[in-house]
């Protein structure tokens, strides 16, 4: 194996890396939070100890698990060496220095927590774990995603961590023994860094319960499901409940609490390149990387409740095919009639469960909620209205900056269509430059030539172009 070449592959992102002997015996597993750096640490000539330095010469071939975080790499490294049993990982097989984390698998509602010492009952231990810090880290995200009971002895009664989703209280029946050990199940599949087995079973429960129209469980498994995701692609985990959340929920009568919030927007002027837009927020925060835009395809005039059904319909059948989670609220700039257009589309869809919908029209800020004939009678100091207020503007924001994009952008194509010797790759390549007009009145020679395609004989023929535009603009302006 060429080592320098397999250097070269490794990611510089958090993760567990494995040496590998000549027979493919594992030799040592180790964790890091830049794997490239780390790894690369072993081949440069410098003073290593003398295990390290005795391994190094057996190494012929190197792998590595990528993840996001460094909490989640320390489970999967523990894991991994109490699998492989690797031969200089041997401070890690009998040191009772290190924490472990103990799963008590044979109490009715099983715990998960810090351990030290050795082993000495018949429940499951992982580790032991290098990093304590990293280690309690860890332990919050697992509690916060499969919120299981972490007090020692069960209380009579649901204590705050129930009240605000922190655990799913067996303590007073919410659930029985048997859904409880799915959730033992399910953290053991993470434990032991099943990503995979992990997410599909979490789907088929999140389906079968849907299926059977029990929309509560189906919304849980979603929530975790959606929460596994975030630490996957290195966001964070969701924080604790908003205030603003908790009121949304008594203002609307809702069953469960509305922790996703999708809201819908469409911008036009005069009929004029319409424009759809969604916002998504969790948990009162927005989720940016969640948003969506949407070019309106099947609306000819200006028909703001047909733009609305067409984005409505085009988002939630994506959804379903790619079974993503859906929101608890979908919330939509408008009154009255957009709720009722948007009830009827969604009840088109095939397969998707009832959703909740509501609308707020701007002006007297009145909130429209479904098999309500009049708008719902909310403070205007309510949390709950300023946090549908708040996903409100921040959904027109979108839409209009969308619509404006697309203007900009519409009108540098056709600025660009009158300068000869510039075809559509070129345009295309121009436009994901500047993007609009106004932006090359910036632009220098040399910032222009560094487009690819563009030599400087056509970036000199693009700025006399737009100087004899703008001087033709000014005089039509002073006139």
């Not at 549908?388 to 900009?408: N, V």
């Not at 040399?446 to 100087?467: C, N, P």
Request: glycine share 6%; hydrophobic share 35%.
């Amino acid at each position: 194996m060429d080592i320098k070449k397999k250097l070269n592959n490794i990611p510089n992102s958090p993760g567990v890396y494995l040496f590998f002997g000549r027979k493919r015996e594992t030799l040592y597993i180790g964790k890091a939070s830049n794997l490239r750096k780390r790894v690369s640490s072993y081949f440069q000539k410098k003073r290593l100890n003398l295990r390290m330095s005795s391994m190094v010469p057996q190494i012929e071939d190197i792998d590595y698990i990528e993840t996001k975080t460094s909490a989640e790499a320390l489970i999967y490294e523990a894991g991994l060496i109490k699998e492989k049993k690797p031969k200089y990982n041997v401070e890690l097989k009998d040191d009772k220095s290190y924490p472990f984390l103990k799963l008590t698998v044979k109490e009715k509602y099983p715990r998960l927590f810090i351990y030290r010492g050795k082993p000495d009952d018949d429940s499951i231990y992982y580790g032991p774990y290098t990093d304590v810090k990293l280690l309690k880290k860890s332990l919050a995200v697992i509690r916060n995603i499969f919120r299981m009971r972490s007090c020692r002895n069960l209380p009579k009664k649901a204590c705050l961590k129930a009240y605000i989703r922190g655990c799913v209280a067996p303590c007073d029946g919410s659930i029985s023994e048997a859904e409880y050990r799915k959730i033992v199940d399910e953290v053991k599949l993470f434990l032991e860094g099943k990503r995979e087995a992990l997410i599909d079973r979490l789907s088929r429960q999140m389906r079968e319960a849907s299926e059977k129209t029990n929309y509560e469980k189906a919304i849980s498994l979603r929530d975790k499901i959606e929460a596994l995701s975030a630490m996957w692609k290195g966001r964070k985990p969701p924080p604790p409940l908003q205030r603003e959340t908790v009121e949304l929920k008594k203002v609307l009568g809702l069953d469960l609490l509305p922790v996703r919030i999708e809201a819908f927007d469409i911008s036009n002027i005069h009929g004029a390149a319409p424009v759809g837009s969604m916002v998504s927020f969790f948990n009162g925060k927005p989720q940016k990387d969640e948003y969506r835009r949407f070019r309106i395809k099947g609306v000819s005039g200006i028909d703001d409740y047909a733009m609305t059904r067409e984005v409505i319909r085009r988002r939630y059948e994506r959804v379903l095919k790619e079974k993503k989670p859906l929101p608890d609220v979908i919330l939509i700039d408008g009154g009255k009639g957009h709720l009722n257009a948007v009830k009827r589309e969604l009840d088109n869809i095939k397969g998707l469960p009832k959703m909740n919908v509501i609308c707020i029209a701007k002006g007297e800020e009145r909130v429209y909620a479904e098999n309500k004939k009049r708008p719902l009678r909310i403070p205007a100091s309510s949390p709950a209205l300023k946090l549908i207020m708040r996903i409100r503007d921040e959904t027109h924001r979108f839409a209009i900056s969308y619509h404006k994009f697309l203007r900009a952008k519409d009108a540098l194509h056709s600025f660009l269509d009158d300068i000869e010797g510039i075809g559509e790759k070129r345009k295309k390549a121009i436009i994901s430059c500047f993007g609009s007009v106004e932006r090359l009145k910036d632009a220098t020679l040399e910032s222009v030539m560094q487009i690819k395609g563009i030599d400087e004989k056509t970036a000199r023929k693009i700025l006399e172009y737009f100087s004899a535009y703008k001087k033709n603009r000014n005089t039509a302006y002073a006139k």
